[in-house]
C-alpha cells in the first residue's frame, strides 16, 4: 500500500513538472493577501461591477452573496446595481457573445472563477496571475485595440484601467543570435515602446566571445510614480475580488480543513494505542 502511495506522489509530481515549465512566462509578482480583508473586498467589488462587468459576466455570483462582504442588501442596490437586475439575480452581462467575438475577436470569458483556473499547477494562486495581468498593459499600436500586455501577449482585451494607471514605457533587452557569413554573432538590442505604443530601437551591440544562452528582459516603467501606487493598490483589490468570489467560503474551508486534521492526528494516535494493546499478547 505505502509502495502504492509513493508510486502515485512521484507520478503526479513527474506529470505536473512538465505543466509548470510550459507555463512558464512573464514572471508573476506577489499579490498582496488581502482576502480577510472586507474593506478591500468592497473596493474590488465595486472595480469589478464598474470596469469589468461590462464585457465579463459572473454567472455563478449572485449579487446578495456580496452581504457576506459586510455590504447591506439596500447598499448594493444603491452602488453595484446600474440596470434593471434585482440584488438577486447573477452577474450576467447584455453584450451577446457573438458580437463580443466581431467586436473583440473572442467573446470574454466569465470570472466565476478565474482566479482559480489561473492558478499555477502546485504553484503560485490565480490572484498573483491577476494582479500581475492587470498591471502589465502597455500602449502597442500595432495591435488592433491599440494595447498588449505582458504575461498575455496579444490578448483582446483592451486596458479599461488606461486612466488609472497613467502613460507607461517598456524596454525590452534582448540577446539573440545573428548568422552572417556562416559564422554566428550574438547582439544584445535594446528595444523602446513609448507611451503612445511606437517602437524604437535604442542600441543593438556586439557581444564579442560570448557563451550564453538566448534570453529576452522586459521592464514596464509607469511614469506616474503617485498613479502607479493608487492603481496598485486597487489592483490588488480587484485581485482579491476575484479570489473571494472563486470560492465565497475558502476560510470556511481552511478552519475546517485545520480541525479535520487535527481530529486525524487524535485518532491516529487512539487507533495506534488500540492496535498495540490488542496484539501484545500475540507472539
Given at each position: ?73 439596500k447598499e448594493i442596490e444603491e452602488n453595484l446595481l446600474f ?127 560570448y557563451k550564453g544562452q538566448a534570453s529576452v528582459e522586459q ?16 489592483m490588488a483589490d480587484l485581485a482579491a475580488f476575484l479570489g ?40
Open positions: 500500500m505505502i509502495k502504492k502511495l509513493l508510486g502515485a506522489l512521484v507520478l503526479m509530481f513527474a506529470v505536473s513538472g512538465p505543466a509548470m515549465s510550459a507555463a512558464a512566462g512573464y514572471p508573476w509578482d506577489r499579490a498582496p493577501e488581502r482576502i480577510t480583508d472586507l474593506a478591500a473586498l468592497q473596493n474590488g467589488a465595486k472595480l469589478f461591477v464598474n470596469y469589468c462587468l461590462n464585457c465579463h459576466s459572473a454567472n455563478a455570483m449572485r449579487y446578495n452573496k456580496l452581504v457576506d462582504l459586510g455590504l447591506t442588501e440596470t434593471g437586475d434585482k440584488v438577486g439575480d447573477k452577474m450576467t452581462v447584455a453584450m451577446n457573445p457573438k458580437d463580443a467575438k466581431l467586436w473583440l475577436g473572442v467573446a470574454p470569458p466569465d470570472l466565476s472563477v478565474m482566479a482559480r483556473a489561473k492558478a499555477a499547477n502546485l504553484g503560485q494562486p490565480g490572484t498573483d496571475y491577476i494582479y500581475t495581468y492587470l498591471r502589465t498593459f502597455y500602449r502597442d499600436v500595432t495591435r488592433p485595440l491599440g494595447w498588449n500586455n505582458l504575461v498575455f501577449p496579444n490578448a483582446g482585451m483592451p486596458n479599461v484601467f488606461w486612466q488609472e494607471s497613467g502613460p507607461s514605457e517598456l524596454t525590452t533587452v534582448t540577446v539573440h543570435p545573428v548568422e552572417k557569413d556562416g559564422q554566428v554573432q550574438w547582439f544584445k538590442t535594446t528595444t523602446l515602446v513609448d507611451a503612445d505604443g511606437f517602437t524604437s530601437v535604442v542600441s543593438d551591440e556586439p557581444l564579442a566571445d521592464t514596464l516603467k509607469y511614469l506616474d510614480p503617485a498613479k502607479q501606487a493608487e492603481f496598485d493598490n486597487n473571494w468570489m472563486a470560492e465565497p467560503d475558502q476560510q470556511f474551508r481552511k478552519q475546517l480543513g485545520t480541525w479535520v486534521l487535527l481530529f486525524l492526528a487524535l485518532f491516529f494516535v487512539i487507533a495506534w494505542r488500540l492496535n498495540k494493546t490488542y496484539w501484545k499478547h500475540v507472539k
